[in-house]
């Protein structure tokens, strides 16, 4: 079910409980403002998201609403996770399905990185 927008933040989404820990994940990375783990269901080889530790609904959200540390820590740490996966080499797709047109699940900003394999075409003609 896509994310409707402008949507407040719900506690109790998937991504909120992997950060409290009610919920496993398989880390990759973690600092002060992010948490990166491996997509359960991925669309790639390689397939990782990447979430701010903050509660934010969306990149909309986040972008409006985050401080600057907050938006820097996050975009450095989406760069430090590809180069941990070593796919600055071959290259990688970011992306960010915001609200329910852009096919949101998880109302908890995130970053997908996808990698491993030539990606195709941007979206489906
Ligand atoms: P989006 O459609 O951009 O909201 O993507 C949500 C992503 O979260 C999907 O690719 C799901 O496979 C992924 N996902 C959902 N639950 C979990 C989970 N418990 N651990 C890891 N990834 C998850």
Do not use: W
């Amino acid at each position: 079910m896509a994310v409707k927008g402008n949507v407040p933040y719900d506690p109790q989404n998937v991504f909120a409980r992997i950060l409290r820990g009610e919920l496993p994940c398989n880390k990759v990375y973690e600092n002060d403002y992010v948490l990166a783990f491996h997509d359960i269901a991925p669309k790639a080889p390689i397939h990782v998201l990447v979430i701010p530790k903050a509660p934010y609904v969306s990149f909309a959200d986040f972008s409006q609403n985050a401080s600057e540390a907050e938006i820097t820590g996050f975009t450095r740490a989406v760069g430090q996770v590809a180069r941990i996966l070593q796919v600055d080499g071959p290259g990688y797709r970011l992306l960010s399905n915001v609200g329910e047109e852009g096919g949101q699940e998880v109302p908890h900003f995130h970053v997908h990185i996808f990698a491993g394999r030539a990606l195709g075409p941007m979206l489906p003609e």
